[in-house]
């Protein structure tokens, strides 16, 4: 019973350390599950960034485009001012001509650049609203520049996030193959000793088994011989009966027939004929 106790004991503890190790296993797995996902958005992310950084870097290449462009524009507004300043000069000299001038010369000139006005002032609208663009592009690609430097950021931020989440679960696999490798070691252990209690039980249940077996057969024998002795005993009481019957008669003979002398002799002869007939045990004792 007290190796069955063991054996139990030993059994318990295997399957405690079989379901440990069962345990480690599955917590791998899904270690290795969340390395993966870990890993999927972290690779995400980096395209996120990628994108984002890509973005910036045509937003920053239209804004500075759209600077350039904007600082290479020339105002014409000075060109006009003087335009208009010399037309005034000029159709004031026509007014203040006397009657009989010639005007041609003054008139052509007047013509020529009103001419010239009419094109500066055409090229200062178009520059008005090349301008006004070119400087709403600007502000537009600023604003856009900012935002994806913001993006960017987020993504920098998404993706350390997910390089610590994926080096947490890199360490959390890590963590289960060393619980794996100890709940091995502790299955192995665990079947040794149950191997050994099973051994040690099956040992001691050979034993018991043997000792039953003599114990059966000392049983036995010695039923056989209380039977024996007890045949042996009625039988002796048979015989002491006969026995002393024998010398009652063989009594009663010689006390009719002996003298008295003789009869005496004889009588104590007989009496201690007959104490010797008593059986006596040489030890005392149970059977």
């Known amino acids: 019973l007290g190796q069955e106790s063991g054996v139990r004991s030993a059994r318990v503890a295997l399957e405690n350390a079989q379901e440990g190790y069962i345990n480690a296993v599955d917590a791998l797995d899904d270690a290795r599950e969340a390395v993966r ?22 937003a920053e290449d239209d804004l500075d485009r759209a600077e350039r462009q904007l600082d290479r524009l020339s105002d014409p507004s000075a060109s006009v001012t003087r335009l208009q300043r010399e037309i005034a000069a000029l159709e004031a000299q026509i007014s203040a001509a006397e009657e009989g001038t ?22 200062a609208a178009s520059y008005q609203a090349s301008y006004q663009s070119l400087a709403q592009e600007v502000a537009s690609l ?9 993006s960017v950021a987020q993504a920098e931020s998404k993706v350390k996030s997910y390089e610590s989440a994926l080096k947490q679960a890199e360490n959390a696999v890590e963590s289960c193959q060393k619980q794996i490798t100890t709940a091995q070691r502790n299955v192995g252990n665990a079947q040794e000793s149950y191997t050994a209690a099973v ?18 057969t000392a049983v036995e024998t010695a039923y056989e011989a209380y039977q024996t ?18 010398y009652a008669d063989n009594l009663k003979s010689a006390q009719a027939g002996a003298n008295k002398a003789t009869g005496e002799v004889s009588l104590r002869q007989l009496r201690a004929d007959l104490a010797d007939t008593e059986i ?5 004792g149970t059977i």
């Open 280 to 284: 006596k045990a040489p030890c005392a």
């Open 199 to 216: 051994t040690q039980y099956n040992a001691s249940a050979t034993t018991v088994d043997n000792a039953l077996t003599d114990y059966a």
């Open 102 to 123: 010639d005007l041609t010369e003054l008139t052509a000139q007047l013509t020529a650049k009103q001419g010239e006005l009419a094109a500066a002032q055409s090229a």
């Open 142 to 150: 600023t604003s856009k520049a900012a935002q994806l430097e913001a």
């Open 229 to 246: 002795a007890q045949t042996n005993l009625e039988a002796a009481k048979v015989s002491a009966q006969n026995q002393l019957q024998s």
């Open 37 to 58: 996902d870990a890993q999927a958005d972290l690779d995400d992310a980096r395209d996120d960034l990628r994108d984002a950084e890509d973005d910036l870097d045509d």
